[in-house]
Nanobody, 120 residues
Framework: QVQLVESGGGLVQAGGSLRLSCAAS????????MAWYRQAPGKQRELVAG???????NYADSVKGRFTISRDNAKNTVYLQMNSLKPEDTAVYYC??????????????WGQGTQVTVSS
């Protein structure tokens, strides 16, 4: 069994910061691409940031310069540092990972989601 467990969401005032974490656990051989998505009420889920196993990153235009994605390959964990938060960043944030389990069939896994609320 393989799962992603997220932590770090919460309520913060505009201009504040939060750090999200997502750890992959279980019978894992390797973790390839990892990413953060978000979904606001009434909107489609959108990509926030992604990072390859080699550390190459990409960001949505709306978060460039404010959010930073990073990972610790030894811990199979991805982070999202969110600074200068805005009310429009309010959403449920989901971790996503491309995982090769020990039994060899590639899995695309999602976390359970963590709520981020930014008050004005």
């Amino acid at each position: 069994q393989v799962q992603l467990v997220e932590s770090g969401g919460g309520l913060v005032q505009a201009g504040g910061s939060l750090r999200l974490s997502c750890a992959a656990s279980g019978s894992i051989s390797s973790v390839n691409h990892m990413a953060w998505y978000r979904q606001a009420p009434g909107k489609q889920r959108e990509l926030v940031a992604g990072i390859s196993s080699a550390g190459s990153t990409n960001y949505a235009d709306s978060v460039k310069g404010r959010f930073t994605i990073s990972r610790d390959n030894a811990k199979n964990t991805v982070y999202l540092q969110m600074n200068s938060l805005k009310p429009e960043d309010t959403a449920v944030y989901y971790c996503n990972a491309d995982i090769i389990p020990t039994w060899g069939i590639r899995l695309v896994c999602w976390g359970q989601g963590t709520q981020v609320t930014v008050s004005s």
